[in-house]
């Protein structure tokens, strides 16, 4: 399942946005992360950033700075209400 801007059916990268990064219109409120989504994420993150190899050794931002790749993604799938798993 893609999230694409209805606008300009270019995939949503970074859901947490509710404008489009591409042509600026408002992203509908059913494409974009819920709360809870959200803090699942922010949660995920910070598991990981913990996770950091403190040897150093050259690892030093091997989590980019840039998250965006954490939205990128199909996250949870539950966006379409259809899921019925849980
Ligand atoms: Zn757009």
Redesign the pocket.
């Known amino acids: 399942m893609a999230f694409e801007?209805p606008?300009?059916n270019?995939p949503l990268y970074n859901r947490r946005r509710d404008t489009?990064e591409?042509?600026?219109?408002a992203v509908p409120e059913e494409l974009l992360l819920s709360p809870k989504q959200q803090a699942a994420l922010d949660k995920l993150k910070e598991y990981h950033l913990r996770r950091r190899p403190s040897s150093g050794s050259g690892g030093d931002g091997w989590i980019a700075a840039d998250d965006t790749w954490w939205d990128a993604g199909d996250f949870g799938g539950g966006g379409d209400g259809g899921g019925g798993g849980d």
């Open positions: 801007c606008s300009c270019r489009c591409f042509c600026g219109e």
